[in-house]
């Protein structure tokens, strides 16, 4: 069965750090690029950042560029999200999804971060 | 990197045909036959409809249709039932090497 499993969020507050891992099952994990996705409360989804099947290349979203940092294990099937300087903006569900053309035909329910005092 | 524009939301009433636009520019979705749809009920994962702007994925209802024109793509859910009522979003691949969503567009089946 096809699954990615999100975990790590939680509430933090402003300016600190939080890392998200995403678990992945029954697919070739290493040869899918690897997004994460977010939502926050009453808007859209909006993509913020990918990672090329083998590592080497990253794209970012100017939302979240030089704060987060995206990275995968393919060792251990797993993809992450180094979240810094986090703001209450970033209030989001947070969810990691996989494309093997340009389309992302794998996806993750996601995890709550909330960013507050 | 602006979000592509779709309407808010739409409505249908079941067997109707229903068409949500997405409008993005000449980086995004005017350049690239990579715009892709994806329906989303609240509270689950999203589900692809479209891909390669008028591609469906395995397992997806030919209800379903996309098609592009100029900087503007759009979904056609035809034969419209109750369970058709989601979110939809468009996104596309950008010239910078990043993707972009759509807003989002509610659609009521009345």
């Known amino acids: 069965q096809v699954q990615l499993v999100e975990s790590g969020g939680g509430v933090v507050q402003p300016g600190k750090s939080l890392r998200l891992s995403c678990a992945a099952s029954?697919?070739?994990?290493?040869?899918?690029?690897l997004h994460w996705v977010r939502q926050a409360p009453g808007k859209g989804l909006e993509w913020l950042t990918l990672?090329?099947?083998?590592?080497?290349?990253?794209y970012y979203a100017d939302s979240v560029k030089g704060r987060f940092t995206i990275s995968r294990d393919n060792s251990k099937n797993t993809l992450y999200l180094q979240m810094n300087s986090l703001r209450a903006e970033d209030t989001a569900v947070y969810s990691c999804g996989g494309s093997w053309d340009f389309y992302l035909d794998v996806w993750g329910k996601g995890t709550t971060v909330t960013v507050s005092s | 990197q602006s979000a592509l524009t779709q309407p808010a939301s739409v409505s249908g009433s079941p067997g109707q045909s229903v068409t949500i636009s997405c409008t993005g520019t000449t980086i995004d979705v005017g350049r690239y036959n990579y715009v892709s749809w994806y329906q989303h009920h609240p509270g689950k994962a999203p589900q692809p409809l479209i891909y390669?702007?008028?591609k469906r994925p395995s397992g997806v209802s030919n209800r379903f249709s996309g098609s592009k024109s100029g900087n503007t793509a759009s979904l056609t859910i035809s034969g419209l039932q109750a369970e058709d009522e989601a979110d939809y979003y468009c996104s596309s691949y950008t010239i910078s090497s990043t993707w972009v969503f759509g807003g989002g567009t509610k659609l009521t089946v009345l």
């Open positions: 390669d702007v008028s």
């Open positions: 029954g697919f070739s994990f290493s040869r899918y690029a």
């Open positions: 990672i090329s099947y083998d590592g080497s290349n990253e």
